[in-house]
């Protein structure tokens, strides 16, 4: 168990519709990071926050957005969803800390399914 | 931007030694970092080299050329558990925590 803990496990929703993801990292963690990973793909950087604030974005779509909250828990939230946003959304978290910033825990994934 | 180049995937058998190569680019470096990830499973950190040389951590080592922008992660001993896929990870400019496009790892009894 990494301590990062992602809700929900697994999401059936239709093209066209809203989701939100969320995250808890582990305690005392300041950085959370968002990774996309299609099937026997890599995995694609979204968007990290540290201690409340946007650190890094990657190729995040317009039509996703993220944010951390002031308890340090973490949701992506996914719009317009279309077909082939259907993957494994990774949370993760660090302390933050040079050095301590390159260990990155990761939750359990959602599986988003767009049908 | 940053590029990471594996290969994709890699046999072995049982209680051999293993190298997987990881070469990248990227403007600015903070170090490169490996992961193991076995199917249906999240990530896993092993390893984290931000200067040159070998790492060791048990039966894995990570190995960093900065002037080659070059490393490996050496397995040995190797053992039915070690099949998964191995990401090599760079942080660059940006401090996007970049990963490699993962090597699976198929070992054979």
């Known amino acids: 168990d990494s301590g990062v803990t992602q809700t929900p496990k697994h999401l059936i929703t239709a093209t066209g519709q809203r989701v939100t993801l969320r995250c808890s990292p582990r305690s005392g963690d300041l950085s959370v990071y968002w990774y996309q990973q299609s099937l026997d793909q890599g995995l694609q950087f979204l968007i990290q926050y540290y201690n409340g604030e946007e650190r890094a974005k990657g190729n995040i779509l317009e039509r996703f957005s993220a944010q951390q909250f002031p308890d340090l828990h973490s949701e992506l939230n996914l719009s317009s969803l279309e077909l082939g946003d259907s993957a494994l959304y990774f949370c993760?978290?660090?302390?933050?800390?040079?050095?301590?910033?390159?260990?990155?825990?990761f939750g359990s994934g959602t599986q988003l399914s767009v049908l | 931007g940053q590029s990471l180049e594996q290969p994709s995937e890699v046999t072995a058998v049982e209680g051999a030694i293993v190298q997987i190569n990881c070469t990248y680019q990227?403007?600015?470096?903070?170090?490169l970092s490996w992961y193991q990830q076995h199917d249906g499973g999240a990530p896993t950190f092993l390893s984290y080299?931000?200067?040159?040389g070998l790492e060791e951590t048990g039966r894995f080592s990570s190995f960093l050329s900065r002037s080659d922008s070059y490393g490996y992660l050496l397995l040995q001993e190797l053992q039915m558990k070690d099949s998964a896929s191995y990401f090599c990870a760079v942080r660059g400019a940006g401090n996007m925590l970049t990963f490699g496009g993962g090597t699976r790892l198929m070992v054979k009894p």
């Open positions: 990227t403007s600015g470096f903070y170090g």
């Open positions: 080299n931000a200067l040159d």
């Open positions: 993760a978290s660090s302390a933050g800390t040079q050095g301590a910033n390159e260990k990155l825990f």
